[in-house]
């Protein structure tokens, strides 16, 4: 089966920065996009910020300037490095991956178990 694993979540003061990390392991052919989402107390989930296999970044407005989204295609690993972080940007991030498990079928979509950002004010 694959699985994502996340890390680098924590607590960090307004101002400061994280780096969040996520490597998928399993049967990978091959991954097409991965991105990162969060998820607040009360509210839906919302996208990051997503990354094409030829590394083609998109970020949601909030955090445009911010974050910096990066993958390694040949580690199966994508980051994300926060920087300036605010108190709206506390959530669980969630690692996304398009995976093809296998030439010829269609790639299935894969979550992490999420990781818990808090940015005190």
């Known amino acids: 089966q694959v699985q994502l694993l996340e890390s680098g979540g924590g607590l960090v003061q307004a101002g400061g920065s994280l780096r969040l990390s996520c490597a998928a392991s399993g049967p990978i052919f091959r991954i097409r996009t991965m991105g990162w989402y969060r998820q607040a107390p009360g509210k839906q989930r919302e996208v990051v910020a997503i990354i094409s296999s030829g590394s083609t970044t998109n970020y949601a407005d909030s955090v445009k300037g911010r974050f910096t989204m990066s993958r390694d295609n040949a580690k199966n690993t994508v980051s994300l490095q926060m920087n300036s972080l605010e108190p709206e940007d506390t959530a669980v991030y969630y690692c996304?991956?398009?995976?093809?498990?296998?030439?010829?079928?269609?790639?299935?979509?894969?979550w992490g178990q999420g990781t818990q950002v808090t940015v005190s004010s």
């Open positions: 996304y991956a398009e995976v093809y498990r296998s030439p010829v079928v269609r790639p299935s979509d894969y």
